[in-house]
């Protein structure tokens, strides 16, 4: 079976922050991949990081930290059950909360797939069968929830519903892809519906959306099986398509965006491409494609003109141009994976369970630090986190936590 794509949940950082325009988002403030911590490891003794502390009872699961409130956040699933556990930062559980039946086997892949957003004392969680429910983290208990399938017309795909949910505001966006409700922005206080988008009618594709600002306007953008969509923030009005597909429908990847243009791509071979979006709100136009850079759900990274992303089928780790989309440096010293940045250096979590420090160089890029993850179980998915000189990796049941500090 084809690798689990999304896996991609594997996860991030989620931040309440009452004075930032976006309120929570997944791999980093923007989305990006960058964490804006400083002082922190130029390099690693040999065998890695020190590790502060593991956590082995998480279940099975592909996501990872939340981070607020001086709490870690992260879910799993025990038989059928999925679990949102509440720590201490330093490692110690708090409390666990059931939230509902998650993924157990029928998508071959058991484990949890979106990581829970926090917003205060309210937490966000959707799960593999397109529960959405707000549960409050000091009472314990839902306060309400939503069924994607049933009450927003979507259709589950093939390893089960996937998205990491995004907060502006009082409003939480969630793709159902649907033909009527293809997205949706609810009052996240009450689950009530505020406004519902049919995009182009595509399905989910395993995408958590970003929330750009682009000529003045506001949107919301996410990748679905076929298209690139962009959608007004406040209104959910179709502002513009972009047709962008592989032979499996699956884009896990939040596209990058800067310069008034974005960088989308996806494994299985199609490739990636920048484009430049318009300041009439028309369709995008292309300004470069590169077959070869495929990644298939661990993100990448955009720092100083170039970007750095491991391949799906071209199984590399890449440096482009982002003005060309030029490969200017490709090796195989490791396996593919997730990508994450903080003070200029670049973190990586492969597919075979090492983690990796990189020396990100004028178009190319040095291996400075190595160390291999020995705790844990199945899939090695989930996308670092780094908060406060901590790196944070989850394997299946463990979550361990580096310090990664000078």
Known sequence: MKRFLFCLAATLLISFNANSQIINNW???????KYLETNLLK????????MLWSYESLGKGFTSTSIDNGKIYITGIEGETGYLHILTLNGQ??????????????????GSRSSPTIAGNLCYIVSGFGKLVCIDTKEEKIIWSKELFSDFDGVNIRFSFTENLLINGKLIYVSPGGIKNNIVALDRFTGNLIWSSEGKGNVSAYCSPLLIESYGRKLL??????????????????VWSYPYAN????????????????????????????????????????????ATIDPQFGGAILKNGFIYASGD???????????????????????????IEADD?????????????????????????????????????????????????????????FNIKK
């Open 27 to 33: 791999r980093g403030p923007d989305r990006d991949g």
């Open 43 to 50: 390099s690693w003794p040999e065998g890695g990081p020190q």
């Open 93 to 110: 559980l708090i409390k666990k909360i059931a939230y509902g039946s998650d993924v157990f086997s029928p998508s071959g892949f058991p």
């Open 221 to 238: 953008v996410n990748m679905m099986s076929f298209n690139t969509i962009a959608v007004d923030a406040a209104t959910g009005a179709l």
């Open 247 to 290: 032979t499996n429908k699956i884009h896990p990847n939040t596209p990058i965006y800067k310069d008034n243009s974005l960088y989308i791509f996806s494994g299985y071979g199609y490739g990636s491409q920048r484009i430049k979006l318009n300041a009439d709100g028309s369709q995008p136009t292309n300004m470069w494609t590169n």
């Open 313 to 339: 089928r071209n199984r590399k780790w890449f440096c482009a141009d982002w003005a060309t989309g030029e490969i200017k440096f490709e090796t195989t010293e490791l396996d593919k994976g997730a990508i």
């Open 345 to 401: 250096l670049l973190y990586v979590y492969t597919e075979k369970g090492d983690i990796a420090l990189l020396e990100p160089l004028a178009g190319s890029f040095k291996i400075i630090g190595k160390a291999q993850i020995k705790l844990g179980t199945d899939q090695h998915w989930a996308h670092p986190v780094i908060n406060n000189g901590v790196l944070y990796i989850r394997h299946g049941t463990a979550l361990m936590a």
